[in-house]
């Protein structure tokens, strides 16, 4: 945005023939246009340029010099940067300042100046942190209030990018939602990996499950399960033992346990519940993972990188380790899990659910909208044939789940080590995790 117009010519120092006319054309800030107090961000601000000759045209300006002297003022801390003639006659067309970070909240501004003069002046809002609290909050609301999870999550979204719009724009937040983040989401390599891993082992499950594999991978444990009781220890064990994705936890043992806990009437919920509290919190601080990459990018552009020099924190994987005794989430939840199977005992609502199964055999609670398709979900049964034949071989099963297992593993692993090869870390094993 300009605001002032021209500013003072420069001369080529060599020919002193050449000169330059500039103005300041925009700055934009490297976070959104509302930031919270202690955030870093940096401003870059792009100049344009009007190029002349003396032997054609004459500068309006009486003040030469060989170049420019640019400052930017951002609320107190000031970043100078001289622009000189580079070696092709032209001159730089953007500079980027020192991050600087905010203890308060309210308009800040930023000013440039070149060669003195004020060329460019600007505001951006500093937000208080808990703010940042109300997509949470809204996303809660709305699910709890609808009871849709794919209403919520959007929900949460639009609130998150309306507090980022300046002048917090409704229209702006509502069209960036979906032009921007859903888009560029959908366009994602890294998310594109998560749909077709989650497709792909999806196929295996449906596949294995017409085929009568499932079927023969029950009959395997259903000699270890007895009971409710053993029920609920295998799914946990069976939780933990795919601890290198959360996703391929959910849905083998979602698919592959689903039967034996129906035959011992455990409900549906407390059957999610056991799914769910085994995929992520294990994931989450298993030393080899899917989330791990995602997760010392974090901690190395956050932490490390920032602050390692100070606290001595200059490796991410072994920060990493460091942080696993005081993941309380995960440990809690783990443990919580342990001690409801052992003592047998469940509280509100799961209570309630318990009880009605046990009592009536309902896995689902009636009224809830999903019992009908849980409970019989004829898609995928066992074919007619297979049934009939009782043709219910584990390996059909049991094959692919270990290949997707060892697979996962292997191919972390390799890429690691390419990785690795391509950087010049060297061969270790914390470099090919990392």
């Not at 600087?100 to 100046?113: E, H």
Request: glycine share 8%.
């Amino acid at each position: 945005m300009l605001l002032f117009g021209l500013l003072a010519c420069v001369i080529h120092a060599q020919s002193n023939a050449l000169y330059a006319i500039a103005e300041i054309d925009f700055c934009e800030l490297s976070e959104a246009h509302n930031i919270i107090p202690g955030v870093e961000i940096t401003a870059t601000c792009h100049l344009l340029y009007s190029y002349g000759n003396f032997a054609d045209d004459s500068c309006m300006v009486t003040n030469y010099s060989t170049s420019f002297d640019v400052a930017v003022a951002i609320e107190g801390n000031l970043h100078e940067e001289v622009l000189s003639w580079q070696d092709d006659g032209s001159l730089a067309t953007s500079l980027t300042t020192t991050p600087v970070k905010f203890d308060s909240s309210g308009y800040k501004t930023i000013r440039v100046f070149v060669n003195g003069e004020e060329l460019y002046r600007s505001k951006l809002r500093v937000i208080p942190g808990w703010v940042t609290l109300l997509p949470i909050v809204a996303l809660f609301t709305v699910a709890i209030i609808s009871k849709q999870v794919l209403l919520a999550l959007p929900v949460g979204v639009l609130v998150g990018c309306w507090l980022k719009q300046k002048d917090f724009n409704p229209f702006n937040a509502l069209w960036r939602t979906f032009d921007v983040y859903f888009v560029e989401s959908l366009g994602s390599v890294d998310h594109a990996f998560v749909i077709c891993f989650t497709l792909f082992l999806s196929g295996i499950i449906a596949v294995a499950n017409k085929s009568g594999g499932t079927q023969g991978l029950a009959n395997i444990f259903l000699q270890y399960i007895t009971n409710s009781y053993t029920a609920m220890w295998v799914v946990y064990l069976e939780g933990l033992a795919i601890f290198f994705d959360d996703y391929a936890d959910t849905l083998i043992c979602g698919n592959t346990l689903k039967m034996y806990t129906d035959m011992n009437r455990i409900s549906r919920e407390k059957f999610a519940f056991l799914v769910d509290a085994t995929a992520a919190p294990i994931a989450s601080v298993a030393p080899i993972s899917s989330w791990i990459g995602y997760e010392l990018g974090l901690i190395s552009e956050y932490y490390t990188e920032v602050y390692g020099e100070q606290t001595g924190d200059t490796d991410a994987y072994i920060t990493f380790m460091k942080t696993l005794g005081f993941r309380f989430y995960p440990w809690l939840m783990l443990i919580f899990m342990m001690m409801t199977i052992a003592s047998r005992r469940d509280f509100g609502p799961m209570l309630k659910a318990e009880r009605r199964t046990r009592i009536s055999g309902k896995l689902i609670r009636p009224g809830s909208g999903t019992g009908k398709e849980l409970e019989i979900d004829p898609e995928l049964d066992p074919k007619p044939e297979v049934k009939e034949k009782e043709l219910y071989y584990w390996e059909i099963a049991g094959v692919p789940i270990l290949i997707v297992v060892f697979g996962t593993f292997i191919g972390m692993i390799a890429t690691g080590s390419w990785a690795s090869n391509e950087s010049g870390d060297g061969k270790s094993i914390k470099k090919y995790i990392q």
